[in-house]
């Protein structure tokens, strides 16, 4: 299905204007006829514009004394399942957390052990090489290459 510029605009409950610009810029794409309409095609203009609702929708106030359905709903085993989910990926987030520790912990015990060495070795007086400075490097010089002016 195909919609004119007027009509996207009625379907979505935006302006002409708006749909407009969507088009200009990109985000909504659409065939320009020879007479400067527009055809749009509707999984196009839903894509980027959500349906506007042609009526109310009614709210339904809760009863002050209702009872609970005796069978869970279909939303309630949603959000079970989303429960069980969540609190699966927090056990393994807690594992990773507690296998980072473990690391940095072994990381640390690796570093006292090796400073241990270091000083050991600093005070038989053996003398660490001491690293050669790198020379630094001279600054470039830019040269305009664009010729002479006359």
Same mark, same amino acid.
């Given at each position: ?10 379907? #979505? ?6 749909? &407009? *610009? %969507?088009?200009?810029?990109? *985000? ?14 509707? %999984? ?6 959500? /349906? ?9 106030? /809760?009863? /002050? &004394? $209702? ?12 959000? !079970? +399942? ?14 990773? +957390? ?9 990381? %640390? ?11 050991? $070795? ?9 690293? #050669? /400075?790198?020379? #630094?490097?001279?600054?470039? !010089? ?9």
């Amino acid at each position: 299905m195909q919609f004119s510029l007027s009509q996207a605009a009625k379907e #979505t409950g935006k302006g002409k204007s708006s749909i &407009h *610009r %969507a088009i200009k810029s990109g *985000r909504l794409s659409a065939q320009r006829h020879e007479d400067g309409t527009y055809s749009i095609e509707a %999984a196009e203009l839903f894509r980027a514009f959500p /349906p506007a609702l042609t009526e109310p929708v009614p709210v339904q106030a /809760p009863e /002050p &004394h $209702q009872e609970p359905p005796a069978t869970s709903s279909v939303a309630e085993e949603v959000l !079970r +399942v989303r429960v069980e989910m969540l609190t699966t990926q927090l056990e393994r987030e807690q594992e990773t +957390v507690a296998d980072l520790r473990a690391r940095l912990d072994a990381e %640390a015990a690796e570093r006292r052990r090796l400073t241990a060495l270091l000083t050991y $070795q600093e005070q038989k007086s053996e003398p660490l090489p001491t690293p #050669t /400075p790198t020379p #630094t490097p001279t600054p470039r !010089r830019w040269f305009w290459w664009g010729g002479r002016k006359a």
